[in-house]
């Protein structure tokens, strides 16, 4: 008898994870027998609770705060970008072996691509606010399609020296981040700046060109008042809700088969939840 595969979100906490309802709608608009569940795994029990999925059923699982470091190391085989970007996202189960990938930068430029077919990396500057792991799955995305020129600006200024030296980048100062808008073809927020509860992300626009791109990948809510600003100033803006739904695709694809895809069906499904 052939089994029903499973796959779920490892996280600490995971309760808040759209993660569930999203694979969760995959697997029902294609009719697919298999579950998605949400996994609470204490840091300590990582590296035993991984070792143990494959014979519970696993094929696969995603990975979120504060495990994805974790799960990198933890893995048998590590794919170049993951590697890379010094993280996992995405674990696969094959033939005994656990496979780390990491589509976070994947899902960022899938993203853009399908809400701005227009924008290219290669035509301008990006800036990036923020020097975390999305950050990092960001940079090496924009380098991988070419941006020219990655300017990189944080709070904590060292936090952006480190990026700035592992990845070649150009570090604007936190306070002098107004200043680096001129020639720009991307602004993006990798901060949780502008997200609810959180603190209000001081951005003043007026230096950006009129083809630069402004995205954020904080979806909650789903018009930041970043891209508000950038809205009202006719920018071109992209929320970050896409990058959520796009980086999942490649895991569901490997772990259930088919292709899915990212419709406004399922950004509806996933706001809803
Ligand atoms: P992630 O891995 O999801 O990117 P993270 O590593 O916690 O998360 O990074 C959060 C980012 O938001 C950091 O760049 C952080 O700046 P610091 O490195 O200075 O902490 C930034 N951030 C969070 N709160 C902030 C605030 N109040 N002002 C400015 N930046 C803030």
Same mark, same amino acid.
């Given at each position: 008898?052939?089994?029903?595969?499973?796959?779920?979100?490892?996280?600490?906490?995971?309760?808040?994870?759209?993660?569930?309802?999203?694979?969760?709608?995959?697997?029902?608009?294609?009719?697919?027998?298999?579950?998605?569940?949400?996994?609470?795994?204490?840091?300590?029990?990582?590296?035993?609770?991984?070792?143990?999925?494959?014979?519970?059923?696993?094929?696969?699982?995603?990975?979120?705060?504060?495990?994805?470091?974790?799960?990198?190391?933890?893995?048998?085989?590590?794919?170049?970008?993951?590697?890379?970007?010094?993280?996992?996202?995405?674990?696969?189960?094959?033939?005994?072996?656990?496979?780390?990938?990491?589509?976070?930068?994947?899902?960022?430029?899938?993203?853009?691509?399908?809400?701005?077919?227009?924008?290219?990396?290669?035509? *301008?500057?990006? +800036?990036?606010?923020? @020097?975390? &792991?999305? !950050? #990092?799955?960001?940079?090496?995305?924009? =380098?991988?399609?070419? %941006?020219?020129?990655?300017?990189?600006?944080?709070?904590?200024?060292?936090?952006?020296?480190?990026?700035?030296?592992?990845?070649?980048?150009?570090?604007?100062?936190?306070?002098?981040?107004?200043?680096?808008?001129?020639?720009?073809?991307?602004?993006?927020?990798?901060?949780?700046?502008?997200?609810?509860?959180?603190?209000?992300?001081?951005?003043?626009?007026?230096?950006?060109?009129?083809?630069?791109?402004?995205?954020?990948?904080?979806?909650?809510?789903?018009?930041?008042?970043?891209?508000?600003?950038?809205?009202?100033?006719?920018?071109?803006?992209?929320?970050?809700? *896409?990058?959520? +739904?796009?980086?999942? @695709?490649? &895991?569901? !694809? #490997?772990?259930?088969?088919?292709?899915? =895809?990212?419709?406004? %069906?399922?950004?509806?499904?996933?706001?809803?939840?």
């Amino acid at each position: 008898m052939s089994k029903i595969p499973l796959a779920g979100v490892i996280g600490c906490p995971v309760g808040h994870s759209r993660s569930p309802v999203l694979h969760g709608t995959w697997l029902r608009d294609y009719g697919i027998a298999g579950h998605y569940v949400p996994l609470h795994v204490e840091p300590g029990d990582l590296a035993q609770v991984l070792r143990a999925m494959p014979a519970m059923g696993f094929v696969g699982a995603n990975v979120t705060i504060p495990h994805k470091e974790a799960a990198l190391a933890l893995a048998d085989e590590v794919s170049d970008i993951a590697a890379r970007i010094g993280a996992a996202n995405t674990l696969s189960f094959e033939g005994g072996r656990s496979v780390a990938d990491n589509t976070d930068g994947y899902g960022f430029m899938a993203n853009l691509r399908q809400n701005a077919p227009d924008w290219r990396a290669d035509q *301008g500057a990006a +800036l990036i606010l923020g @020097a975390g &792991g999305a !950050a #990092r799955a960001i940079i090496v995305a924009l =380098q991988d399609a070419g %941006a020219p020129e990655i300017r990189i600006t944080n709070r904590t200024r060292a936090r952006a020296d480190a990026l700035a030296a592992e990845f070649g980048l150009t570090v604007v100062d936190w306070d002098a981040r107004s200043q680096a808008l001129g020639d720009l073809g991307l602004l993006v927020n990798t901060t949780s700046l502008g997200m609810a509860g959180q603190g209000a992300l001081e951005m003043p626009l007026a230096g950006l060109p009129e083809r630069a791109l402004v995205t954020d990948i904080v979806y909650t809510p789903l018009e930041t008042p970043l891209l508000r600003d950038a809205r009202a100033r006719g920018l071109r803006v992209v929320d970050g809700l *896409g990058m959520l +739904l796009h980086q999942a @695709a490649p &895991g569901f !694809a #490997r772990w259930f088969g088919g292709k899915p =895809q990212v419709t406004d %069906a399922l950004r509806r499904a996933v706001l809803g939840a």
